[in-house]
């Protein structure tokens, strides 16, 4: 059995090297390609997917996989870990046809670029016709995944493994009751805040010099890792030992380089951290996006929007910036950083406003999937929800329905794992709290090692060992996410920010 348990190893990390340089690719092209690359690039990207998918699903390692799960051996081992977790995503990957995939793979590759272009020129119909495909190819993959209660179960799995759409449904209604008169109570304070110092010429290689400051400081390691600029902000990872961010700067105002920055490095934290000796196997990476946006919307909000982490760092900023800064206090900019505003664009929204969006898109989602919603009346869908939600209604295209690049790439079903993560973030803070209850004292300080070192102990070094409710359950005790912890954070804080 260990002479198979090593083939088996040998076999994954095979395939793992195929993924990991496709993940090389997609970085290139996001970060330095000339865009006179995109064709040949998307062929190479299709013929490394298509290789590595076709070498996972081969018998041999379905022989491999059957022979070893047979054996009992302690739940917690990294061997027991590794055929478990290379079984789910065995059984789930020889479920979806070569066709299909392949198909998928062109069409979501097409959607990107039909996409861009629609959104440039801030027309939903040139967007409309590839959108039915890549909405009817999701249909068919839910379908040979199969599900039980929703089709939308199968297609959240591929994000959320073993999340349900019934109780992310329950817990965002919940999260709804509360947060819309939240909202409209802060709307009509809204007076209170104000954020004008941010929207100031900033310059942009100072903001980046300070930005890498933080990053360091909250244990992101340059000599496995590095930053650079793209267009849409994210993470990467080719290695434990190679994990990029990137971020985006915009010279009038201060905010989204800095907070972009953090948010990324939570994640990028998440995979530095996954332990040594899982390196090359299958659980070298974050178990879920739930639990990755745990991570990084901890620290981009709960440490970087606190009063604490600013205590620290306001007073070197004021030095980066004098003529911007020098005569606001640190409570002003404070405030300006939590200004709360219903707005167009998800991605540049606040602590608050930022899940109505999510709830708005997953509500779509699931209707289009039921076909209760046509792709064509998809942005009279949208803007009705808007005004539900937000009260506002876009003024074209591009502010409205055609503003992320999620279903453009075929990715539907993955929007809710953002709230997800905000709710997990306040359970696991909440949690860490209790361990360590001077922790915003440490962050006044600059000191972020021991929140780093509980999130590496329970968390990261795992890698995928454990799926996102295992975690949450031997990490809180309780048995999945919950919207409680979350809801009283946001309350308390906006609260006092709005004196409401
Ligand atoms: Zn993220």
């Known amino acids: 059995m260990e002479q198979k348990l090593d083939t088996l190893k040998a076999k994954l990390k095979e395939i793992k090297n195929i993924n990991d340089a496709v993940a090389v690719l997609s970085w290139d092209q996001q970060v330095f390609m000339p865009s006179g690359g995109a064709t040949a690039r998307a ?56 066709d299909l995939v392949e198909e998928m793979s062109r069409t979501f590759s097409l959607g990107q670029q039909t996409w861009m272009k629609a959104r440039a020129e801030k027309d939903f119909s040139q967007f409309q016709e590839i959108l039915e495909k890549i909405v009817d190819l999701n249909i068919q993959m839910a379908e040979a995944y199969g599900y039980d209660e929703s089709i939308y179960d199968a297609l959240l799995d591929q994000y959320e493994p073993e999340m349900k759409t019934e109780h992310v449904a329950k817990v965002f209604a919940e999260l709804k009751t509360e947060l819309v008169p939240l909202v409209q109570a802060i709307v009509e304070n809204k007076d209170v805040v104000d954020n004008s110092i941010l929207k ?76 040594p000796e899982l390196e090359g196997t299958i659980l070298a990476s974050g178990t879920s996006l739930g639990i990755h946006e745990s991570q990084s919307r901890l ?24 003529n911007q800064l020098k005569d606001v206090s640190l409570d002003s900019f404070y405030q300006a950083i939590n200004k709360v505003k219903p707005d167009f664009i998800r991605v540049e929204a606040d602590e608050v406003t930022y899940n109505l969006h999510i709830f708005l898109r997953f509500e779509l989602e699931q209707e289009l999937l039921t076909k209760r919603l046509k ?126």
């Open 200 to 275: 100031q010429e900033y310059d942009e290689t100072t903001q980046w010099g300070f930005g890498l400051i933080p990053l360091q400081a909250i244990g992101y390691d340059m000599r496995r890792g590095r930053q650079d600029k793209s267009a849409h902000p994210f993470t990467i990872s080719f290695s434990v030992n190679d994990v990029r961010i990137t971020t985006r700067v915009y010279k009038d105002q201060f905010g989204p380089a800095l907070f972009g920055t953090l948010h990324e490095g939570g994640h990028a934290l998440y995979e530095q951290n996954v332990a």
């Open 43 to 98: 062929e190479q990207l299709a013929t490394l997917s298509k290789l590595a998918h076709e070498m996972f699903i081969s018998d041999e390692v379905g022989e491999l996989l059957s022979d070893l799960s047979e054996v009992n051996s302690d739940y917690d081992s990294d061997a027991a870990s590794m055929v478990r977790v290379a079984c789910r995503d065995y059984e789930k990957a020889r479920k979806l046809p070569p």
């Open 299 to 322: 620290w981009e909000n709960v440490v970087g929007r606190s009063k604490s982490f600013w205590q620290f760092y306001y007073p070197n900023l004021q030095k980066f910036f004098p």
């Open 375 to 500: 792709v064509a009346d998809l942005p009279d869908a949208w803007n009705a929800k808007m005004e539900e939600y937000l009260g506002l209604t876009p003024p074209d295209d591009a502010m409205g329905v055609l503003q992320d690049i999620h279903w453009s790439g075929g990715s539907i079903g993955y929007f809710p794992t953002y709230t997800l993560g905000n709710i997990l973030s306040l359970q696991f803070y909440n949690q860490i709290l209790q361990d360590i209850p001077d922790l915003p004292e440490q962050f006044a300080r600059g000191e972020f090692e021991a929140l780093l070192d509980w999130f590496r102990e329970k968390i990261h070094r795992h890698g995928r060992k454990f799926t996102a409710n295992e975690l949450i359950n031997r990490v809180t005790g309780a048995k999945s996410i919950e919207a409680g912890p979350y809801l009283s954070y946001v309350k308390e804080k906006y609260s006092e920010i709005y004196k409401l």
